[in-house]
């Protein structure tokens, strides 16, 4: 045999296997059929690939590997116990292997670990953050970016596995990659630095203090849409969680840059604007003063207004947060027409957990002063929120958010023509408090007396049923005492019949 006929059969072997290695990858790029190939027992034939000799060879046996993974747990976890990742994260660290096969096998380590935190504690354990690390360090813009994908999901499950990302050094070198030119790589480390920050102050401040809030502020006006999501969501998940970290971010200048983006064409842009001024909003009524300074609150009406669905609810929560801390803030934003926006996002939103977010919002304006409640009670969203909270159909959180918001304004509520169509529909425990509110201001008020008797107000209040004793009994002797007897006995109920009692009783003379 000639050594050509010799060479010939090794190259026939390379290229079956080279055949092999490409036909399963792309096999492995559609999910109907990650089943067949599994039973075929691919993990255990691709393996031993990852170490061919040929360079080609073992990027596409990890690229197939990677495909496999990202589908579901049980292919990931296959991966796991097929013994494969030790042999990836040797190959991630050594100097002289191949870009290409760099980013396949950190393709692999991210494809595992997004599944759950099992995976990604065993992604760990194998030693996979300090090869990342290394990977971090490369000169080539498609290995950085590989590995920072891989770090992002392995920090997104939990604190713990956060920290041991911040503990292999990673958040110092996720700042730099922010740096590089390339918008893939800002992308991604701005996204794996939302994902660290999120879980904790501890961690929130690890990333403060490698100088990333600056980097961040940055790029808010960048014009690619993907990057700028990353970016709002990393300064949101760092000022969530204190007032110190919080401050920090509004010294960044951001605002009043920060308000043009939402009114962004990408609705995820908008969406974390909002939740970052939200995120600033709620810690102190300093910060929330400072948002409604650089014209935030009418910024944020104006997307309300823009927006439909689950984008909404960080706004709607703003003003929340911001009508909580004084009466000056909420008296904002009733100026900027918070109320008849909300009103709007009450009436149109059909998903409960937002509609119980707006209730909020209405009970923490509307529960200062006489002159609030009287903005919502303007606004008509009284009868709103008692059929709501009626409503059997409605969620717990959203009967319970309902009946607090009209509580705590009706508590306030002054304005009697929108507290008398709720004498008649309101059930006993939300009438106490009606009741409450026209046995204060009858007794100050004869234009309102008058009102309440030719309305019908008055002969409604005689037909309530109340326990003698009981505070809402007290509240209607208070609204009775305000009217002379023979009045108060006219609209009682079964008068009429004693008149007409007496009429047949009555001899003329």
Known sequence: ??????????????????????????????????????????????????????????????????????????????????????????????????????????????????HSPELAQAVVDCGALDALVISLEEFDPGVKEAAAWAICYIARHNAQLSQAVVDAGVVPLLVLCMQEPEIALKRVAASALSDIAKHSPELAQTVVDTGAIAHLAQMILNPDAKLKRQVFSALSQIAKHSVDVAEMVVEAEIFPAALVCLKDPDEYVRKNV?????????????????????????????????????????????????????ENLAMAVIVSKGVPQLAICLEEEQEDHIKAATAWAFGQIGRHTPEHAKAIAVANVFPKLLSLYLDSESSEDLQVKAKKALKSILQKCTYLPALEPLLYEAPSNVLKHVICQFSKVLPHDSKARRLFVTSGGLKKVQEIKAEPGSAIQEYINAINSCYPEEIVRYYSPGYSEILLERIDNYQPV
């Open 274 to 326: 909002a939740t970052l001024i939200r995120e600033i909003t709620k810690h102190t009524p300093e910060l929330s003063q400072m948002i409604v300074n650089v014209g935030g609150i009418a910024a944020v009406i104006d997307y309300l207004g823009d927006s439909r669905g689950n984008v909404r609810l960080p706004g709607i929560m703003m003003l929340g947060y911001v009508a909580t801390h004084s």
């Open 1 to 114: 045999m000639s050594q050509r006929q010799i060479l010939q059969v090794f190259e026939q072997y390379q290229k079956a296997r080279t055949q092999f290695v490409q036909t399963v990858a792309d096999l492995a790029a559609r999910p109907q059929n990650t089943e067949t190939l599994q039973n075929a027992g691919v993990m255990s034939l691709l393996r031993p690939l990852l170490l061919d000799a040929v360079p080609t060879i073992q990027q596409t046996a990890a690229l197939a590997l990677g495909r496999l993974a990202n589908y579901n747990d049980d292919l990931a976890e296959a991966v796991v116990k097929g013994d494969i990742l030790p042999q990836l994260v040797f190959s991630l660290a050594e100097q002289n292997t191949q870009r290409f096969y760099k980013k396949a096998a950190a393709f692999v380590l991210r494809a595992v670990a997004k």
